[in-house]
């Protein structure tokens, strides 16, 4: 076997479904943690087992998961719920866009189911490749997606079946796993800043605190957090430089 033969072979290993697999691994762990938390909080937010597997199969993002649920608790108006999740997660285009460039050679169906199961995990999988590869490959970004999908499902079904014997899952703390969720997300997205944009970064973040302060005494909660998300993000693209 020739040396260019066995390079190509290596090569198409490591663009395979299974690799995408393998390097989806380290992730999962995040995601069965998290799913299987959002599965005991729907139950307790009356959902039923099928509706919170089918939240997870439709909407698939699980900060929107975990606001539906809030928001259903306290009777928000579905164009309320329908916007919020809109909004919350608006980034995923921002994500798609980053990855797009670099997957122009396959059509828009392939395009759409990549950006369909994009989530901030596989994101972060794939800039890791972007950079080390400059390149990502359809099988490779395949394996990726279909696994984080999978256990993701299967997390929040779980978690769900779980919940019908866990009767206050505060008393657990499991309640605190969106605003841990947020809070990782966070300072992930706080350490990768380049330090000459650290502090307008954290300043929006202040900014941000202080809008939902004032306008939750003014303001139903879901309304003062669509408003101040919308008047923050709209700062921070101003200001940015």
């Known amino acids: ?80 719920i329908i916007f919020t999740t809109f909004i919350v997660n608006l980034r995923h285009f921002l994500l798609s866009l980053t990855v797009a460039p670099y997957l122009t050679r396959y059509s828009l169906p392939q395009n759409i189911g990549f950006g369909a199961l994009l989530t901030d995990e596989t994101f972060g999988v794939a800039a890791s490749r972007i950079a080390g590869q400059g390149e990502l490959h359809n099988r490779w970004m395949n394996g990726l997606n279909i696994t984080a999908y999978l256990c993701w499902i299967a997390a929040c079904t779980l978690g769900a079946v779980s919940g019908q014997w866990i009767s206050n899952p505060e008393a657990l703390g499991l309640d605190f796993a969106l605003v841990a969720m947020f809070a990782a997300l966070l300072v992930l997205q706080l350490q990768s800043t380049p330090k000459n944009k650290l502090t307008h970064r954290l300043s929006l973040v202040l900014y941000m605190i202080i809008s939902m302060i004032v306008l939750s005494f003014l303001l139903p909660s879901h309304i003062a957090v669509l408003i101040s998300t919308i008047v923050v993000a709209t700062i921070g693209v101003v200001t940015d430089r």
């Not at 198409?12 to 299974?18: I, K, L, P, W």
């Not at 380290?26 to 299987?36: A, C, E, N, Q, R």
């Not at 099928?50 to 608790?73: D, K, M, N, P, R």
């Open 1 to 80: 076997m020739s040396l260019p033969l066995l390079e190509q072979t290596r090569t198409a290993n490591e663009d395979s479904f299974v690799q995408g697999v393998k390097d989806c691994v380290p992730t999962l762990l995040g995601y069965m943690s998290i799913g299987f938390a959002f599965g005991i909080v729907g139950i307790s937010s009356d959902l039923s087992i099928l509706e919170v597997a089918l939240l997870s199969i439709l909407v698939y993002a699980g900060s929107a998961q975990f606001i539906i649920c809030a928001l259903l608790v306290t009777s928000t108006p579905a164009s309320a």
